[in-house]
């Protein structure tokens, strides 16, 4: 069940905007699903950020493809799936970044506010650095934090 944490302790109060946070390499459904929820619940804006890990975008699936087209095909793959898990009666931004996770939210959060983060802590490239983000990251800068797994 997931559980909001700010500064330690579970907390309810309006929400006007939520970030989903995934990779380019595992489901965004259950990160993507509870933002969701939660932006209709709350009447609140939402965005999901898509961060591709530059490892992934310098191998190229086929054989004779340049690993940039390649790279971009992936980086609107991986788009593409978060955005499809969004009901059309949603309005949506769409965020994509390539690199790591944690400096690609940081980065997000410096360049617009949001009241609420959502992120995944399971699957294959999974967001190692979520653990950190929810305890410590995010509290510090007033934003709740929402672990999926």
Do not use: F
Request: aromatic fraction near 2%.
């Amino acid at each position: 069940m997931p559980k909001w944490v700010v500064g330690g302790c579970e907390e309810e109060r309006r929400i006007a905007s939520v970030l989903a946070v995934t990779t380019g390499c595992w489901d965004p459904e259950p990160v993507v699903g509870e933002a969701v929820r939660l932006a209709e619940e709350h009447h609140a804006s939402l965005a999901v950020l898509v961060v591709v890990p530059t490892a992934l975008l310098s191998v190229s699936p086929q054989i004779g493809v340049p690993c940039a087209t390649a790279g971009e095909d992936l980086r609107k793959a991986a788009c593409d799936r978060a955005i499809d898990q969004v009901p059309a009666c949603v309005p949506v931004t769409a965020i994509v970044r390539n690199g790591l996770v944690l400096p690609a939210v940081l980065g997000e959060l410096r360049r617009a506010r949001y009241d609420a983060v959502v992120l995944g802590t399971r699957g294959l490239c999974g967001l190692p650095t979520a653990g950190a983000l929810v305890r410590y990251v995010l509290p510090r800068r007033g934003v709740r934090a929402l672990a999926v797994s």
